[in-house]
C-alpha cells in the first residue's frame, strides 16, 4: 500500500481513530495488528522475513541479556550468529543476483566449469531498513545500553511499526519502543501537526518530486540527444527529485506518527544547505549514516589494529594528517556500505566510493585549503564565502547522484562532462529546447514554484523559525487560507500518473 | 585538565571549551575530531578507549571528557 493513495489515507483514519477509542493499555495492540495488516499488503511471503527477523533478534537479545555485561566473549558468539543470519538474508535476497553475474565471467576465465544460476527473487518490503534497525538493536544490547525486550509482540511492534516500516527512518529501540507502548491521549496539537507535516510530505512529494521526475526521465536515458544545458538541468532536477521524494515520505511517516503523540527521529536536516560533504552527510538519511557511525565507523576506528596504525602514524605524519590517518579506512567502509545499502549495482558502489574519496581528500588537504584561504585573504565566516561552499557541497552531491541514476556509471560520466562544458551548451532557443524536456511551459512554472517555496520554507527553517508553529500564531483566517492553499496545491498540482497512480518512492526499492 | 583542554585546542581551536556543554550533541565536534581527540588522549594518558565509551555524554564537555580519563585510568590500572 502506497503511502500516496486514497487506500493509505482511508488505512491511516481507521487505524487513528480506533487508536483513541480502545483503551490506552491497549493501543500498542493496536499498533501491532494495524502494522502487521499494513505489511501484508505487500503478500504474505514477506512477512516470513519480518518474522523471522524479529523472532532472532528477540530470542538473541534475550539470550545476550543472561550475561553480565563484561561477559562479552560470549555475547559475542550470539551476536555474531545473528548478524549473520540476517545480513546474510539480506545479501542473499538483494546482492545475489549481482553478484553471480560478476563472478560468472571470473568463473569462465579461469576455465571453471561452474556458474551461479540467476534467481528470480523477491525483495520484501523495507527489509534493508528493518534488519538495519534490528542489528542495531541487537548490537546495544550486546554493549550493555539497555535491558533486552522481554516481551517478544513489544519488540514484533518496534520492527513492524507501520508509518516506518517501508523507508525508514531506522529508529533506536530507546527512543521509539517507550512512546510505542505507553498509552497516548488525544491532543488537538498533535493531530494538527502531523497533518500539516504529512501535507507537507505529500506537497514534497506529488507535486516537485514526480514533476522533476517526469524531465529526469525524459532526458536521462537519452542524454546523447540533449546539450549541456539540458543535462544540467536534468542532473538538477534529479537531486531535487530524491530529496523531495524521500523527505517527503519521511515526513508522511513521521505526520502519521505524530498525530497518535508517537515522536519518531529526523532523518533529514535540509541537506542541500551543508556546506561540505561530511556536513551533507550528517543531514541526509541521519538514522542511517548515524547507524554506520555507532555501529560500523566507531569500532573501526576503535579497533586494536587502527590504535596501531594511529599510534605509528602520529610518530610517522606531525598534525593533522597523522591524526587523520586511522579515519581513512573506515571512511571507505562506510561509505562503500551506504553506497551498496541503496542497492545492488555498480553505480552504487563507485557513489560510496565517490564520497569516501572526497572526504578523504578534503581532510588531507584541509591544511592547504587552509593557508590558500589566509593568502587569498578569504573570510571563511562571511556569506558569499557560506554560499560558495553551500553551491559548491550540492554540485558535487548532484555529480554523485548522477553516477547512480544514469543508465551505465560511463553514462553518468558522460553526462557530468557534458553540464560542465559550457562549449557544448547550444545558446540558440534556450527557452526553446528548456520545454522540450517532458513539461511544457505551464508544468515547467509549476515546478520552479514549487522548488521556490522548498527553498523558501527550507531557508527560514535553517534560519530557527518553526513554520508549523509560526503558521499556528496567524489568525484563523490566515490559518486557514493557507491550509486550503496547501491541500488545493496537492490536489491541483500533485502528478497523477496512468490511472490516476502517483509514481512510487524511490526508497521503498531500498 | 589543562592536558586534555590543551588537547581539545589542538585539534580544533576557536570554541570555548571551558563552557561549552553540548560539543557532540550540537555538532560542534564531528566524528573525525572525535576519533581524533581519542587517538591523542590514548597516548597522552595511556588509556583504551573503546566503543562502548563512545556515547556523547562522554565527550559533550570538557570536563566529561576529563571524568572519562580518570574513570579509564582508575580501571585501567
Redesign the interface.
Known amino acids: 500500500m502506497s503511502f500516496i493513495s486514497g487506500e493509505f489515507l482511508l488505512f491511516v483514519f481507521i487505524t487513528v481513530s480506533l487508536y483513541y477509542i480502545v483503551p490506552r493499555r491497549f493501543q500498542w495492540v493496536l499498533l501491532l495488528l494495524a502494522s502487521y495488516s499494513f505489511y501484508l499488503f505487500a503478500g504474505v511471503k514477506p512477512v516470513i522475513f519480518i518474522v523471522l527477523t524479529t523472532v532472532t533478534t528477540y530470542l538473541a537479545g534475550r539470550w545476550m541479556g543472561r550475561f553480565a555485561k563484561n561477559e562479552k566473549k560470549k555475547k559475542k558468539k550470539i551476536l555474531v550468529a545473528l548478524l549473520l543470519i540476517n545480513f546474510g538474508i539480506l545479501l542473499l535476497l538483494k546482492y545475489y543476483n549481482f553478484i553471480a553475474v560478476n563472478i560468472n565471467p571470473i568463473f569462465r576465465i579461469f576455465e571453471y566449469d561452474v556458474s551461479m544460476p540467476l534467481v528470480n527473487m523477491m525483495l520484501p518490503l523495507g527489509i534493508s531498513f528493518y534488519t538495519f534497525q534490528a542489528m542495531g538493536y541487537a548490537i546495544d544490547i550486546y554493549?550493555?545500553k539497555y535491558r533486552p525486550e522481554k516481551n517478544l509482540a513489544h519488540f514484533a511492534l518496534f520492527l513492524s511499526f507501520f508509518p516506518q516500516v517501508i523507508q525508514g527512518p531506522i529508529s533506536r529501540y530507546d527512543q521509539l519502543a517507550p512512546q510505542l507502548l505507553e498509552g497516548h491521549r488525544f491532543d488537538y496539537e498533535n493531530m494538527k501537526f502531523g497533518i500539516q507535516l504529512m501535507l507537507w510530505g505529500f506537497f514534497k512529494k506529488m507535486v516537485i518530486a514526480d514533476r522533476a521526475a517526469i524531465v529526469v526521465n525524459t532526458v536521462f536515458p537519452l542524454y546523447y540527444g540533449y546539450d549541456g544545458s539540458q543535462i544540467f538541468v536534468a542532473m538538477f532536477l534529479y537531486a531535487i527529485q530524491i530529496y523531495a521524494d524521500f523527505s517527503g515520505g519521511i515526513d508522511i511517516a513521521r505526520g502519521v506518527g505524530q498525530i497518535m503523540g508517537i515522536d519518531m527521529i529526523q532523518n533529514f536536516q535540509r541537506p542541500y544547505f551543508g556546506t561540505s560533504v561530511?556536513e551533507y552527510w550528517?543531514r541526509w538519511h541521519m538514522s542511517l549514516t548515524n547507524w554506520m557511525?555507532?555501529y560500523v565507523?566507531?569500532?573501526l576506528?576503535?579497533s586494536k589494529m587502527s590504535?596501531r596504525l594511529?599510534?605509528w602514524s602520529?610518530k610517522r605524519f606531525k598534525g593533522v594528517i597523522g591524526?587523520?590517518i586511522?579515519?581513512y579506512l573506515p571512511?571507505f567502509v562506510v561509505f562503500f556500505l551506504i553506497g551498496v545499502w541503496h542497492g545492488a549495482g555498480w553505480g552504487y558502489v563507485v557513489f560510496g566510493f565517490y564520497n569516501g574519496v572526497i572526504i578523504v581528500l578534503g581532510?588531507v588537504c584541509q591544511p592547504l585549503f587552509s593557508v590558500m584561504n589566509r593568502k587569498l585573504r578569504v573570510n571563511e565566516k562571511s556569506i558569499p564565502w557560506k554560499v560558495w561552499q553551500v553551491v559548491r557541497t550540492f554540485l558535487i552531491m548532484m555529480v554523485g547522484k548522477t553516477l547512480v541514476r544514469a543508465n551505465t556509471v560511463k553514462a553518468g560520466l558522460a553526462m557530468t562532462l557534458s553540464a560542465f562544458d559550457i562549449s557544448s551548451y547550444d545558446f540558440c532557443n534556450l527557452p526553446h529546447r528548456m520545454f522540450h524536456m517532458g513539461v511544457d511551459f505551464n508544468q515547467a512554472l509549476i515546478l520552479c514554484t514549487s522548488c521556490i517555496i522548498l527553498f523558501f520554507v527550507s531557508f527560514l527553517q535553517e534560519n530557527g523559525i518553526e513554520i508549523r508553529n509560526t503558521i499556528a500564531r496567524q489568525r484563523m483566517r490566515w490559518r486557514w487560507l493557507i491550509y486550503f492553499l496547501a491541500i488545493a496545491a496537492v490536489l491541483v498540482f500533485g502528478v497523477y500518473g496512468p490511472g490516476f497512480s502517483v509514481g512510487e518512492f524511490i526508497y521503498r526499492n531500498f | 585538565m589543562d592536558k586534555v583542554l590543551s588537547i581539545l585546542k589542538e585539534?580544533k581551536s576557536g570554541i570555548d571549551y571551558e563552557k561549552e556543554q553540548k560539543l557532540v550533541d550540537d555538532?560542534i565536534l564531528?566524528?573525525?575530531e572525535v576519533?581524533?581527540i581519542?587517538?591523542?588522549l590514548?597516548?597522552a594518558f595511556g588509556i583504551?578507549?573503546?566503543?562502548?565509551d563512545?556515547v556523547p555524554e562522554n565527550f559533550n564537555s570538557a570536563k566529561a571528557i576529563y571524568d572519562l580519563v580518570l574513570r579509564l585510568q582508575e580501571e585501567q590500572k
Open positions: 554493549r550493555g561530511p550528517r557511525r555507532d565507523f566507531f569500532p576506528t576503535l590504535n594511529g599510534r602520529r591524526r587523520q586511522p579515519a571512511t581532510m | 585539534i555538532e564531528d566524528s573525525f576519533v581524533a581519542i587517538g591523542e590514548s597516548e583504551e578507549i573503546t566503543v562502548d563512545m
